[in-house]
């Protein structure tokens, strides 16, 4: 029997349970008419398309991990707010294996909700940096090698990545600690020098 009283948002939340459950990249209409017992041509009264409803779903855990962030961060600072602020990143990313990778979507412009939901994120990873000294250009530098660093542990984790013996959880927290010592001695480094300019000879120099 059709769902009574469906709406977009009933649709991206069981979308989001549905990613979590076979992955994102295997989420289909079908799938979700399916679990929402619709017929396919129904669910695009309330979703445009597959690209959309990925759209959708990302404004969902992207405001979902700003929230665990913030939450996380609060009246912390430095060491503490910084491995606070992993534990809650690499927490949403293992609760919710399908529905983070859709975090690394770049927000919408049309969409002022997941935009203003990325914002949040980046703002709260930046205001922990702040607790460094880390400002300006610095900070946004040091805001991606937190993400990078995070991004790419987390990933491997939940994709069965690491296969070595030892312990997950202490490599977790010699990474977070080793980005902790790096943000308290952050190098001033140079722009790289560019290289597609042509090199006069010495005897022009």
């Known amino acids: 029997m059709p769902r009574a009283g469906l709406t977009p948002a009933i649709v991206v939340a069981e979308a989001a349970r549905l990613a979590d459950e076979v992955g994102l990249d295997r989420l289909t209409l079908a799938l979700v008419a399916?679990?929402?017992?619709v017929a396919l041509?129904?669910?695009?009264k309330h979703v445009k398309g597959l690209d959309a409803l990925h759209q959708q779903v990302s404004a969902l855990a992207t405001e979902e991990l700003a929230g665990a962030l913030a939450a996380a961060a609060v009246g912390r600072s430095g060491t503490d707010a910084v491995l606070a602020l992993a534990d809650a990143y690499r927490a949403y990313a293992r609760e919710h294996p399908g529905r983070y990778p859709a975090t690394q979507r770049v927000p919408d412009p049309n969409d002022p909700a997941h935009v203003r939901a990325g914002d949040r994120a980046v703002g709260t990873i930046v205001a922990v940096l702040a607790?460094?000294?880390?400002?300006?250009?610095?900070?946004?530098?040091?805001?991606?090698?937190?993400?990078?660093?995070?991004?790419?542990?987390?990933?491997?984790?939940?994709?069965g990545g690491f296969g070595m013996p030892q312990d997950v959880d202490r490599s977790f927290a010699q990474l977070v600690t080793a980005l902790d010592a790096a943000f308290r001695s952050w190098p001033a480094v140079d722009p790289a020098p560019d290289r597609s300019a042509p090199t006069a000879p010495p005897s022009a120099r």
């Open 34 to 37: 399916q679990r929402l017992g």
């Open 41 to 44: 041509p129904s669910l695009y």
């Open 131 to 159: 607790g460094y000294g880390l400002t300006g250009e610095d900070a946004i530098h040091a805001t991606r090698a937190l993400r990078s660093a995070l991004h790419g542990f987390v990933s491997l984790e939940t994709g």
